[in-house]
């Protein structure tokens, strides 16, 4: 791309003006409105839980059931991209950025706060017991594991599916592509993406506003940092400069970095803290309390306490399934943004299990330490710190500890770190719902977006707003929810004709072979020809076939394109329309390859030279890559080809019909 176009902004007015103007408009009505806001959305709110609780677990439940269904059936083996694509990401890199994206900062807020306030505060019966803490741990397990990963994986997939499976934009209206179609291009799709950019900045601007205050606690506790509004403004303002630095940069220098340097600063806290404490302990409770989770998965998610009515229901539960759901778009865009060229089942299992355990681990550790501190050693006062101001849990956990100093500069540089990947992914992701799906756009428009959340974050930490735009955000769910589900409807369905695709076998008739055709055929597995030999192919053989092809099809009035990128791309494509039905194409396009020399092994494609390498004309259809190399074939040889993929692919159509 020239440079005066990566200079030129490349934003969909439609989302990203309507997005600005509700945006500021709702904190303004918000801050105009203090008292009354705060009441109307705690109504709100109050009313959801009591009429609605129902739903969210409901729908929480149905998210689950498919995750693990499309994990275990056939339709797992279906990539997101074309067949030929390979992740864009190692393991590492992609958990690393898809969990500080995702959860990182609330397990450093939550981590010791959460368990300890179900111990002294359980659902049912009396805090402090033995059962209490067993119970503790495990409910924090059930509100940050598998269900709330299950609910970032299937809209996750949805996206990824669509975007790089069907080359729809990489935004939320592409999920409900099934639903309205081309309309997505229109007010209706443009609508969808406003919601998610306003659901978005809300989400990270509130979390931004409300966990600052742990930052502040860090500073304050190790450098006698003031903790005011003022100083968390400055802290937010702070932040946002170091997300926009990483935004500048871009996903592989920036986000995906931060991201694994905290992953090892969690790992390395995990084992500090696991060896400071009764580490025996803490692993035989990590242990059982994991067994106890997974045996009562389906009750405890199915569970509303009916026959036991407490608002500890609507103030945990329902709370975090509304949270999770609101994050969607978001986390959504973000984690298919990363996942391209994944299976569903390896995606459905590394965008669930890995977190889920990993979360466990976490909660079992830190939750259990505090817990064991308060019952067996009598630190009372670490409990009543807790229930008191959240945000001190974690510093005020840590004086208990050997190290306390070296562990709470990990822990505040951790929580910055968070902060950062969470609001840079943010913006990325903003930028993308703003720009059609774009993210490869210019330096000033993507730091356009963490300069705003910025300024949510402060105008609603100082002027009292956040709790009220909190509640607002987790209340969009409830209708956000009832679309999801007929969006899954609708990737189930394209999900059945994909698969359905996959199945379908016809019976070419057999070539036949003389001499000298085996004996060219052996000649052209032994040789490795270079792009231009290739290219030449393409032009002398396959042009000629595709035009003979497509001229035959014109003839029975059918309608066809040859496209043409031989010198661009290296590839050649023959497109045939079948009206309202799905379209059939066949491209050969050149790929290069390492030779097949064993001192090579090991070594990056993009490492070597070209003596190392060859080049294939392999054939891509719809669906993508099929792993076959067609070069040194004659015309004859390659007409024939694509009347077999043809005859194969009117024959998918005719059993879907």
């Known amino acids: 791309m020239p440079d005066s176009a990566k ?13 600005l103007f509700l945006l500021f408009g709702a904190v303004l009505l918000v801050l105009s409105l203090p008292g009354e806001g705060a009441t109307l959305f705690a109504s709100l709110q109050s009313a959801i839980v009591e009429t609605a609780s129902w739903f969210y677990v409901l729908v929480i439940a149905l998210i689950g059931v498919m995750v693990i269904v499309l994990a275990a059936s056939r ?42 306030m179900h111990f002294l505060s359980p659902p049912v019966g009396e805090g402090g017991t033995s059962a209490a803490a067993a119970e503790a741990i495990q409910l924090s397990y059930f509100h940050w594991g598998f269900n709330a990963w299950a609910t970032y994986a299937a809209v996750a997939m949805v996206l990824a599916y669509f975007a ?56 304050n506790y190790l450098f006698g940092l003031p903790i005011n509004e003022w100083v968390q403004v400055a802290l937010i303002f702070g932040t946002m400069a170091l997300a926009t630095v990483s935004v500048v940069m871009g996903l592989d220098a920036g986000i995906k970095r931060l991201s694994e340097i905290n992953t090892v600063l969690a790992v390395l806290l995990l084992m500090l803290i696991l060896i400071a404490g009764p580490t025996a302990l803490l692993l035989s409770g990590t242990l059982q309390n994991f067994g106890g989770y997974v045996a009562g998965l389906i009750p405890k998610t199915l569970d509303l306490y009916v026959y036991a009515p407490s608002d500890w229901l609507g103030g945990w539960t329902i709370f975090y399934w509304g949270w999770w759901i609101s994050w969607t778009p978001f986390v959504g865009v973000f984690v298919a943004r990363i996942s391209r060229g994944r299976t ?13 355990l990993f979360i466990c681990l ?67 992701v903003l930028n993308m719902l703003s720009a059609r799906g774009d993210d490869n756009t210019p330096a000033l428009q993507r730091s356009v977006w963490t300069l705003v959340i910025a300024l949510i974050a402060s105008i609603l930490l100082v002027g009292g707003g956040l709790q009220a735009l909190q509640t607002a955000t987790i209340a969009s769910a409830l209708p956000f929810s009832i679309a999801l589900l007929g969006a899954f409807w609708g990737f189930g369905k394209a999900l059945m004709i994909d698969g359905a695709k996959r199945q379908v076998t016809s019976i070419h008739p057999p070539a036949e072979a003389g001499d000298a055709d085996w004996r060219q055929r052996l000649a052209n597995l032994l040789s490795y020809p270079a792009d231009s030999s290739v290219q030449d192919f393409q032009r002398e053989v396959v ?27 290296g590839s050649l494509r023959l497109e045939v329309a079948q009206g309202n039905e799905i379209d059939f194409a066949y491209e050969v ?14 070594k990056a494609l993009e490492d070597m030279s070209e003596n190392e390498i060859f080049y294939r ?9 099929q792993d076959y190399d067609v070069m040194g074939w004659s015309e004859e040889q390659v007409v024939l080809d694509m009347l077999n993929q043809y005859e194969t692919h009117l024959h998918f159509l005719h059993t879907v019909r």
């Open 362 to 428: 976490w909660m079992g550790v830190l939750g259990g330490s505090a817990i064991e501190l308060i019952t067996n050693q009598g630190v009372t006062e670490l409990g009543a710190a807790v229930q008191d101001n959240q945000a001190v849990g974690l510093f005020r956990f840590l004086e208990y500890l050997p190290g306390t100093q070296l562990m709470s500069v990990i822990c505040l540089v951790m929580i910055v770190i968070f902060f950062v990947t969470s609001a840079d992914s943010g913006a990325m």
């Open 589 to 602: 396009r050149m790929r290069r390859h390492p030779k097949p020399d064993q001192p090579l092994a090991g």
């Open 75 to 116: 339709f797992g083996d279906i990539k997101l991209g074309p067949d030929h694509s390979e992740p864009d990401y190692g393991f590492l890199s992609w958990f690393s950025m898809l969990f500080a994206a995702g959860i990182g900062i609330g397990l450093m807020f939550y981590g010791i706060a959460e368990p300890v």
């Open 164 to 219: 790089y499976r069907h080359d729809l934009p990489l935004t939320l209206r592409s999920a409900f592509y099934p639903l309205i179609g081309e309309r997505i291009y229109g007010p209706m799709g443009a609508a969808v993406d406003v919601f998610a950019v306003i659901c978005t900045t809300y989400g990270i601007s509130v979390s931004l506003g409300l966990g600052v205050l742990q930052i502040n606690t860090g500073f």
């Open 617 to 625: 004309a392999e054939v891509h259809l719809v669906e993508g890559g």
């Open 7 to 19: 200079r030129r902004f490349n934003i969909d007015p439609a989302v990203f003006y309507p997005a």
């Open 543 to 569: 042009f000629p076939a595709m035009h003979s092809f497509a001229q035959e099809l014109n003839d029975h009035d059918v309608r066809t394109q040859i496209i043409n990128h031989i010198n661009e791309r």
């Open 344 to 356: 569903i089942r390896e995606f459905l299992v590394g965008v669930t299990v890995v977190p889920t």
